[in-house]
């Protein structure tokens, strides 16, 4: 009989994405996600850290915490190969798993305090906001950098699409960066670049869509060589 192991959590993760649709499915895809991650309460102390400055990148071990009543399944269609065929959980990154657990590499932009409060603000993270951290661990280009290692069904990223604005959300983006001092173009054109939508809904264009970044909701649509950011509206949530 397997046992069962409790973990406690260490950090806290703030971050852009404030719902599951539109994170990019790994990390590292979308650079222009800025996100930190808050150590908790014993683990809120600089010490913890010593040392991490010499490290590019770290390991983030995760609990996919919106996925906690979803029951896990033995077969999952990757998005990769659209949605057609089944793999083996364990061959797969999905977040059904029998242990809601993720494991993401991010990079280190630096560590920070504020007042009690221990912060490690990380690029390209693949974290929804509030995510729940258990674990954190130094990035070992020797041991973790495999060149010769095999994608499987996954061997490349999938290449950005391209995505336009239209007048009136390039106008909102503008006074939006004038306000939070955040640059979403970028943001959006990455992150809506890598179409997320379900496999389901890959090929059916001119349907409307939305995701929230930050406290901003872009709308877009999905045209047939593009998507079109039509509007961008704020503050939301
Ligand atoms: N890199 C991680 C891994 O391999 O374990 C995550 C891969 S998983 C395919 C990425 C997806 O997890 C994202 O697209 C997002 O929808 C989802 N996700 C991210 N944080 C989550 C959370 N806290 N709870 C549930 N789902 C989450």
Redesign the pocket.
């Known amino acids: 009989m397997s046992q069962s192991f409790t973990f406690q959590q260490i950090g806290l993760v703030h971050s852009c ?1 404030k719902q ?2 539109g ?5 590292g895809l979308v650079t222009e996600a800025s996100a930190s991650i808050e150590l908790l309460p014993p683990f809120n102390r600089l010490d913890v850290l010593d040392g991490l400055d010499g490290f590019s990148h770290i390991w983030v071990h ?6 906690m009543t979803d029951n896990w399944k033995a077969k999952i269609r990757p998005p990769r190969l659209g949605g057609k065929e089944k793999m083996g959980i364990f061959a797969t ?3 059904h798993r029998p242990n ?5 590499v991010v990079e280190v932009k630096g560590v920070r305090k504020d007042g009690n409060r221990v912060f490690i603000d990380i690029i390209g993270a ?3 906001d ?3 951290i258990v674990d954190i661990k130094p990035y070992l280009p020797y041991a973790d950098a495999l060149p010769n290692a095999k994608g499987g069904f996954a061997p490349l990223p999938t290449t950005l699409k391209s995505v336009k604005f239209s007048e009136l959300a390039l106008e909102q983006a503008e006074s939006y960066k004038a306000i939070y001092a955040r640059d979403l173009v970028p943001l959006i054109e990455q992150v809506i670049g890598q179409d997320p939508r379900p496999s389901y809904l890959v090929g059916s264009e001119n349907r409307n869509h939305g995701n929230q970044l930050w406290n901003a909701n872009i709308k877009w649509t999905a045209k047939e060589d593009h998507f079109l950011v039509t509007q961008i509206e704020y503050p939301v949530g």
């Open positions: 994405y599951k649709f994170i990019p499915r790994q990390p995760f609990i996919f915490h919106e996925c990154r999905a977040t809601p657990l993720g494991l993401s693949d974290l929804l509030k995510t729940p």
